[in-house]
């Protein structure tokens, strides 16, 4: 794991609040993660999860708010075609660096507006082993913090 000394160049996401606004979600992988990340990032403290289950012909994306103390309850944020999850989990991958046909973890600092989140990510895109699923665990950065 990278340690919290290591400055690492925020990655910006473009808002997206409404579901409806990407238009197609299959010919629109773009939108609908900035709009699974945006909806993650409106949060100071939350998980972002989903993961395929054979055969399912869609995948359901969960939010859970955290805190120092609580583990909340998931919310269901979207239900998409499941081939989206896979799309999704190879962007995040590859931008980080981590292979994308398989399994890995690593940090990254999101960024919308001004705002940054510190991010572990973990992911499994890897279908006949370990299955395809993703976890991005996210915290707002205070104020006055540097990246």
């Not at 940090?107 to 993703?134: A, K, T």
Request: glycine share 8%; aromatic share 6%.
């Amino acid at each position: 794991m990278l340690g919290s000394e290591i400055r690492m160049t925020p990655f910006e996401v473009p808002k997206v609040t409404s579901l409806s606004s990407v238009g197609e979600p299959l010919a629109n992988i773009p939108g609908v993660l900035s709009f699974l990340l945006t909806s993650l990032m409106s949060r100071d403290q939350a998980l972002l999860h989903a993961e395929y289950s054979k055969p399912a012909p869609q995948t359901s994306w969960y939010l859970r708010l955290r805190s120092r103390d609580c583990e909340g309850e998931d919310e269901t944020i979207a239900v998409l075609p499941s081939s989206i999850l896979q799309s999704c989990t190879a962007r995040i991958a590859v931008h980080m660096g981590i292979l994308q046909t398989g399994s890995g973890h690593g940090r990254i600092v999101l960024s919308q507006e001004g705002r940054h989140h510190d991010c572990q990510v973990f992911v499994s895109n890897n279908s006949r082993e370990s299955g395809c699923w993703l976890r991005i665990y996210a915290k707002a950065q205070q104020k006055g913090l540097s990246q």
